[in-house]
């Protein structure tokens, strides 16, 4: 069973950066970012391989965030550079087991989630 635990949310102005954390322990083979604001669907937003050398981003957040893995933690990192307003959101945290399908889709675990708040 995996267990997800995110930190780092909070509130920033527009323009500024944050780092979430998620630690995670179990099995997996991904993990990834996603996140949703009130009124609207759950987003993906990036995804890392185990072995930290494959990512993949989501198009309204390539260029401005950047996942990492600490393998020697079990911990991932969401880099989020030149935040806007529309990057508000509840961030979770998730886990995929599977090898197939694609880099963003299949994330069956999930954290308690952390809120990133940007003000204009």
């Known amino acids: 069973q995996v267990r997800l635990v995110e930190s780092g949310g909070g509130s920033v102005q527009a323009g500024g950066s944050l780092r979430l954390s998620c630690a995670a322990s179990g099995y997996w083979n991904y993990l990834g970012w996603f996140r949703q604001a009130p009124g609207k669907e759950r987003e993906a937003v990036a995804s890392?391989?185990?072995?930290?050398?494959?990512?993949c981003y989501s198009d309204s957040v390539k260029g401005r965030f950047s996942i990492s893995l600490d393998k020697a933690k079990n911990t991932m990192y969401l880099q989020m550079n030149s935040l806007k307003p529309e990057d508000t959101a509840m961030y979770y945290c998730?886990?995929?087991?599977?090898?197939?399908?694609?880099?963003?889709?299949?994330?069956?675990?999930w954290g308690q989630g952390t809120q990133v708040t940007v003000s204009s």
């Open positions: 890392i391989f185990r072995t930290g050398d494959s990512t």
């Open positions: 998730a886990a995929k087991s599977s090898l197939g399908g694609s880099c963003l889709g299949g994330f069956a675990s």
